[in-house]
T-cell receptor, first 117, second 115 residues
Framework: GAVVSQHPSRVICKSGTSVKIECRSL??????MFWYRQFPKQSLMLMAT?????????EQGVEKDKFLINHASLTLSTLTVTSAHPEDSSFYIC?????????????FGPGTRLTVT | GENVEQHPSTLSVQEGDSAVIKCTYS??????FPWYKQELGKRPQLIID?????GEKKDQRIAVTLNKTAKHFSLHITETQPEDSAVYFC??????????????FGGGTRVLVKP
């Protein structure tokens, strides 16, 4: 299957600082990537849809000024958590699809464990 | 928007027995239904998927069935093994591009296979 990488795998930061997470599609181009957040023992919650060359689409309740998304190329999307607080500690996972069709498969990155102290 | 309900939330089975997880979805426009397996601290892995023009799909010990009329789909794992222990998520995707082609996930089922 297609490969999606994510960096870093773990990050610990102090409250008030910003953290950037990178998501790359390694063997395919992705015009659209998705960012999810997963709290312990919970499901994946979509935060935003990242579109190459245009603004991201955020889900209801997700602060666009706090979670900055940049999709500068067909293989790279970044999520920046600004002014992080302990409640932002979570598992952040990106995802991408090789195809544009509505029934094409979607693959996930390995996730980034963010801990804000 | 789409809403996906998944049951049960936990499932304990004896090795060798079958496991069944059921999901219902709300929007008849959804046309793609994947199942993911997630081990602790790892990424969700696609294990099987089904499209709305198919009623059943099998891959070795795993099968998925889809009932479009009732808007529900199920995952069947036969001859379960300890390595099947994980959290399983169902998902549904709108078949409408304007809706963003987003996957909506069920709440997950924690499966424990006892040796």
């Amino acid at each position: 299957g297609a490969v999606v990488s994510q960096h870093p795998s773990r990050v610990i930061c102090k409250s008030g600082t910003s953290v950037k997470i990178e998501c790359r599609s390694l063997d395919f181009q992705a015009t659209t990537m998705f960012w999810y957040r997963q709290f312990p023992k919970q499901s994946l919650m979509l935060m935003a849809t990242s579109n190459e060359g245009s603004k991201a689409t955020y889900e209801q309740g997700v602060e666009k000024d706090k979670f900055l998304i940049n999709h500068a190329s067909l293989t790279l999307s970044t999520l920046t958590v600004t002014s992080a607080h302990p409640e932002d500690s979570s598992f952040y996972i990106c995802s991408a699809r090789p195809g544009a069709g509505t029934t094409s498969e979607q693959y996930f990155g390995p996730g980034t464990r963010l801990t804000v102290t | 928007g789409e809403n996906v309900e998944q049951h049960p939330s936990t499932l304990s089975v004896q090795e060798g027995d079958s496991a069944v997880i059921k999901c219902t979805y709300s929007d008849s426009a959804s046309n793609y239904f994947p199942w993911y397996k997630q081990e602790l601290g790892k990424r969700p892995q696609l294990i099987i998927d089904i499209r709305s023009n198919v009623g059943e799909k099998k891959d070795q010990r795993i099968a998925v069935t889809l009932n479009k009329t009732a808007k529900h789909f199920s995952l069947h794992i036969t001859e379960t093994q300890p390595e099947d222990s994980a959290v399983y998520f169902c998902a549904a995707r709108y078949g409408i591009k304007a809706a963003g082609n987003k996957l909506t996930f069920g709440g997950g089922t924690r499966v424990l296979v006892k040796p």
